[in-house]
């Protein structure tokens, strides 16, 4: 700026040294020469002032171009944890059915567990039927000492077998009632028999109504 003025006093200098026409002609050329440097450096400085308005301008695009894209980052960041959030409660939702239904597995294999030794109780009992029966027939196939050794080693140990499988106080007494068992064989009380058949068909029918509400749940 200093250097500026001392331009223009320099010229004013000139130019009234001129019209006292006492200025040297090479004073005269350097401060025009002085004068043209300043320009061109003046001149450099408005072109690098506008060059750097333009970077200016640029970065402020640049700045809202960044910020426009921060607000649609916030927007997706918010979606995807809203995203995040309704994956967590389906999966809660899916695990909650999940231990459920394994539940009701559970309960399922529970019933069919109790549930299978009193049918093939049940089917024994018929079967012991049928073989008293057949050995009443007249020229049957069965011969009593095959009858006698089904009855007295098979049936025996299967219905032990059963009886603790079930594992029904009631059931075994009531079985305890129907067959008396002694060192030579075993004598029938066919009242108690029915009666055991009885609660054993009630106990098979109700395994298999828990089973039904077991199922439909």
Not at 30 to 52: P, W
Not at 162 to 187: H, M, N, P, Q
Request: one cysteine or more; charged letters at 30%; aromatic letters at 8%.
């Amino acid at each position: 700026m200093v250097k500026r003025w001392s331009l223009v006093g320099g010229i004013l200098l000139l130019v009234s040294l001129l019209l006292t026409g006492c200025v040297p002609k090479a004073d005269y050329e350097a401060v025009v020469a002085e004068r043209d440097s300043t320009l061109a450096v003046l001149q450099s400085v408005k072109n690098q002032l506008g060059s750097a308005q333009a970077d200016v301008s640029d970065l402020k695009a640049e700045v809202s171009d960044l910020k426009a894209e921060g607000s649609d980052l916030k927007v997706k960041v918010s979606d995807l944890e809203a995203a995040v959030s309704d994956l967590e409660a389906e999966g809660k939702d899916l695990n909650s059915k999940l231990e459920k239904g394994l539940g009701q597995l559970d309960e399922v294999q529970q019933i069919c567990d109790s549930l299978e030794p009193k049918l093939q109780m049940q089917q024994l009992l018929g079967k012991y039927l049928n073989k008293q029966a057949w050995s009443r027939i007249k020229g049957s196939s069965v011969s009593f000492a095959e009858y006698r050794y089904f009855a007295h080693e098979i049936f025996r140990i299967d219905m032990e077998k059963y009886l603790e499988a079930v594992d029904d106080f009631s059931l075994r007494i009531a079985y305890e009632k129907a067959v008396i068992w002694k060192t030579d064989g075993w004598t029938t009380n066919y009242k108690a028999y029915e009666e055991l058949l009885d609660l054993l068909g009630e106990l098979i029918e109700a395994d298999r109504n828990k089973l039904r509400a077991a199922s439909a749940d």
